[in-house]
């Protein structure tokens, strides 16, 4: 009897420990994996110009960052002047506003 205790006691033993060491594994798995952006990582104005260059803006004549959103005066593919809210960690256009300075331009 004791020694079916004895084994009974060991095989749950080894259960929770081969348990906790599978939790631990996914675990550190997991934190290897985080695809969430680092919230101190910003691209950097080059990147942006890059970014918005491909996307079809030019004539960037100014780009600033404020906090985590930089601030870019461009050009859209048709011309419009555009000034745009960017994302400064995923480079994703927030907003875009037609540039007041493009209408008196126009006359309007």
Known sequence: MRATHLLGSLALAAGLA??????????AQDSKTDSRPDAS???????VYEKLTTLG???IDEIERERDI???DARTSAGQRVKLHVDARSGQILRTKADPRDRARDGR
């Open 41 to 47: 990582v910003r691209l950097t104005i080059p990147q």
């Open 70 to 72: 930089y601030e870019v």
């Open 57 to 59: 803006y030019k004539d």
């Open 18 to 27: 081969t348990g906790a060491l599978a939790g631990a594994t996914a675990l």
